[in-house]
């Protein structure tokens, strides 16, 4: 198989590699290493860091009080769909459309953000393991990446 799939008439590539779960104890171990290995190879770290960057501005917005986190998550959750966004929009550029690396990398991001609801009591620890796993995964990563 060649990764893609018929969607509607169109060519649509589709990773054929195992998305862990984001409550999975060893998360950040094994099975990140294994995401990393097909996430990474042959992306441009350029790349990579733009969204891990991106991430944990986000991220920092936080602090340990959990009502002010309430009120920040009404105002970082929409920035966090973005995300997806601003990554789906690159991978339809001419640049990254026939990039398996860059599909891949695509896939990875908007899987585990649509993980992330609105809801802040369910929202926010899946956000914080997707910021934990993506952390992992750019980690593990780096010698699969093209430096640039």
């Not at 990773?15 to 097909?38: C, M, V, W």
């Not at 966004?85 to 599909?103: G, L, P, T």
């Not at 809801?119 to 393991?129: C, E, L, R, V």
């Amino acid at each position: 198989m060649n990764g893609y799939q018929k969607n509607r008439g169109r060519e649509q590539y589709k990773p054929s590699f195992d998305r862990p779960i984001l409550t999975d104890p060893e998360l950040l171990g094994t099975p990140a290493e294994k995401l990393a290995k097909n996430v990474c190879e042959r992306l441009s770290s350029n790349q990579l860091r733009k969204f891990y960057s991106e991430v944990k501005n986000l991220q920092q917005q936080f602090s340990n009080d959990e009502l002010s986190n309430k009120r920040t998550w009404e105002k970082v959750f929409p920035q966090i769909k973005l995300v997806k966004a601003k990554v789906m929009y690159n991978s339809q550029r001419d640049a990254f459309k026939n990039n398996h690396a860059y599909q891949n990398f695509c896939f990875f991001l908007s899987h585990y953000i649509d993980k992330v609801g609105s809801d802040f009591s369910s929202g926010y620890p899946a956000f914080q393991k997707f910021v934990q796993l993506f952390e992992a995964v750019v980690g593990y990563g780096s010698q699969y990446t093209n430096k640039s």
